[in-house]
């Protein structure tokens, strides 16, 4: 089993495919990542050589943002904008949606299951 960005990538997938198991890398960033180190899109993974798979994880490390640091990334830019007190931090620190969808009959993903409220009526 291949490993890259300490990830254990699928053997039997393309290459492509595959490399989009690591948290950070999409479809395109994946493309773009084979079209580099010259690696045919049909490629499977447990077809590479050592060289090949050396080459990708040396272009993922210097190129790309992956795994634990872009979770870590992620959730201090998330902290920054609480701790400025702007409107998005405040949605944050809320638990509500963020990006201005309606909150009076969806968004129950972001603030959880639907609490009773005591004499409301139906």
Do not use: F
Request: proline residues 4%.
């Amino acid at each position: 089993m291949a490993r890259i960005a300490g990830v254990n990538i699928p053997t039997q997938k393309r290459v492509e495919i595959a490399l989009t198991y690591i948290h950070g890398i999409g479809r395109t960033t994946a493309t773009k990542l084979c079209e580099i180190n010259g690696i045919p899109r049909e490629r499977r993974v447990h077809e590479m050589t050592e060289d090949e798979l050396t080459k990708l994880r040396e272009a993922i490390d210097r190129d790309v943002v992956v795994e634990g640091d872009l979770r870590r990334k992620v959730a201090m830019d998330i902290k920054r904008l609480m701790d400025l007190g702007c409107y998005r931090g405040l949605r944050h620190r809320k638990s509500l949606p963020v990006r201005g969808q309606r909150t009076h009959t969806n968004a129950r993903t972001r603030k959880g299951p639907a609490k009773p409220i005591a004499g409301k009526k139906k």
